[in-house]
């Protein structure tokens, strides 16, 4: 059955760098979103990615972050320059098409130093 | 705004005995409920929808658009069960899910 793929598992990056989270969505797929999960706490929605656009955007996808889809299969997330509380795991999720069931990834967990 | 509410972080039940998992939502529109499942160190996997109406593992979930509620069921618990449940509501135009907290269902033997 087709997965969606996270890497790296584990990224540990200094306060203030900037780190890419790559994801391969499910190859038919249309619909691409991000979400994290700060540990304790629930999974929250980061944005929702659809024919090369950001269809919608929660209010912690602020301008430090952006998504990109820089080739046929990647979709990644980019954090500019992260802080403290950007540590958390990243899931990458992926639909057929809208109201379809989401995929999602087995996650990058993300620690800031 | 939306909101996915799930009171129990934890639920303790022995083997064959009756489970119910609750969720509550907050949502204007017309709801789209999901249960998602995460079993130890495994990802995300979606384990029912309400639009479907189907059993999946044994477990069913209604949707109570009076009580906004989308409560997980099962008659008689594994030990496989034990796993961390979410429940999930579908709105927006870019399809975003609301998670709930998670309960987590331990299931002893």
């Known amino acids: 059955e087709p997965e969606v793929t996270q890497t790296p598992s584990h990224q540990v990056t200094q306060m203030g760098q900037e780190v890419i989270l790559r994801c391969v969505p499910i190859s038919n797929h249309l619909y691409f979103y991000w979400y994290r999960q700060i540990l304790g706490q629930k999974v929250e929605f980061l944005v929702s990615f659809y024919n090369n656009e950001i269809s919608e955007k929660s209010e912690i996808f602020d301008d430090q972050f952006s998504v990109e889809r820089p080739d046929g299969s990647n979709f990644t997330l980019k954090i500019r320059s992260t802080k403290l509380e950007d540590s958390a795991m990243y899931f990458c999720a992926s639909s057929l098409w809208v109201n379809q069931p989401q995929h999602f990834g087995d996650g990058t967990r993300l620690s800031i130093l | 705004a939306q909101r996915v509410t799930q009171p129990e972080k934890l639920l303790s039940v022995f083997k064959g005995a009756p489970v119910e998992l609750k969720c509550n939502y907050s949502?204007?529109?017309?709801?789209?409920l999901f249960w998602y499942v995460q079993y130890s160190r495994q990802r995300l996997q979606l384990l029912l929808r309400h639009i479907s109406r189907e059993s999946i593992k044994g477990f069913t979930a209604d949707l109570n658009k009076g009580e906004t509620s989308f409560h997980l069921k099962k008659p008689f618990a594994q030990e496989e069960d034990s796993a961390m449940y979410y429940c999930?509501?579908?709105?927006?135009?870019?399809?975003?899910?609301?998670f709930g907290g998670g309960t987590r269902l331990m299931v002893k033997p």
């Open positions: 999930a509501l579908s709105g927006g135009a870019g399809n975003m899910l609301t």
């Open positions: 949502y204007s529109g017309s709801p789209e």
